[in-house]
Nanobody
Framework: QVQLVESGGGLVQAGGSLRLSCAASGRTTYAMGWFRQAPGQEREFVAVIPWSSRSTYYADSVKGRFTISRDNAKNTVYLQMNALKPEDTAVYYC??????????????????WGRGTQVTVSS
């Protein structure tokens, strides 16, 4: 069973940047996604990338500010977050799915999850 471990979270001022990483314990051809969950809110989709990196999908709230990428040789997926806003504050989770299906924006499409990393954006 592949395990996912996120890193790179922290405290940053509004307008700043962070890069999250998600390392998989083994080689995987899964599509990889990022979700986030703010206190008192439901977990929401952020971005997804297939194994081929041929296409990427983003939530409207992060489009133009966040970039998802992956390095298959390192079994790692990244989320570059720029122009951060206080409303981006959340625990960010990495997740793996067999492919980027029609419901890529729902957490039920993903079968493997990391434990999350906290991102806090101060105003």
């Amino acid at each position: 069973q592949v395990q996912l471990v996120e890193s790179g979270g922290g405290l940053v001022q509004a307008g700043g940047s962070l890069r999250l990483s998600c390392a998989a314990s083994g080689r995987t051809t899964y599509a990889m996604g990022w979700f986030r969950q703010a206190p008192g809110q439901e977990r929401e989709f952020v971005a997804v990338i297939p194994w081929s990196s041929r296409s990427t999908y983003y939530a409207d709230s992060v489009k133009g500010r966040f970039t998802i990428s992956r390095d298959n040789a390192k079994n790692t997926v990244y989320l570059q977050m720029n122009a951060l806003k206080p409303e981006d504050t959340a625990v960010y989770y990495c997740a793996a799915a067999p492919l980027v299906g029609s419901y890529y924006y729902t957490d039920r499409a993903y079968s493997i999850w990391g434990r999350g990393t906290q991102v806090t954006v101060s105003s």
